[in-house]
């Protein structure tokens, strides 16, 4: 009995923990409809490229601050490109520009925050990912 009681305790707290981690990994769910900033359909050949307006230099960047479902786009790359109109001036801005593949059908959400390091959030952007 009391080997019962302890192989039925660690499979209710495994089972537990296991629910834990997909939850970290759940999308946002309902994003107020006035925040929702786009909502993209890609099918499996297509890259889903993110595009926003950053300045560096003001301490300020784009975070991705959800974890994505991984099993419906994957992040492939993120770069900051200058403004090709003010390149050439001190300080100038540009845009942070993330690239995502689709990788299996289904829904996710993107959430990005600008913000300081560790500081208060200034902007936030919502993208709806449908994946067919």
């Not at 107020?32 to 890609?42: R, S, V």
């Not at 479902?69 to 001036?89: A, G, Q, S, W």
Request: net charge positive.
């Amino acid at each position: 009995m009391k080997k019962f009681v302890i192989i039925l305790t660690i499979t209710v707290f495994g089972m537990y923990l296991i629910q834990s981690c997909d939850a970290q990994k759940e999308v946002i769910k309902n994003v107020p409809a006035d925040k929702l900033e786009k909502t993209y359909t890609i099918t499996e050949t297509d890259t889903l490229t993110i595009k926003l307006v950053s300045n560096p230099t003001t301490g300020f960047k784009w975070y991705l601050t959800n974890k994505i479902k991984p099993k419906v786009i994957v992040e492939y790359n993120r770069e900051f490109v200058k403004d090709d109109v003010t390149m050439d001036m001190v300080g100038a801005g540009g845009y942070d520009i993330w690239r995502f593949l689709p990788n299996k059908k289904g829904e996710t959400y993107l959430h990005f925050v600008y913000k300081r390091e560790n500081g208060k959030t200034d902007k936030e952007k919502f993208f709806k990912i449908i994946s067919k």
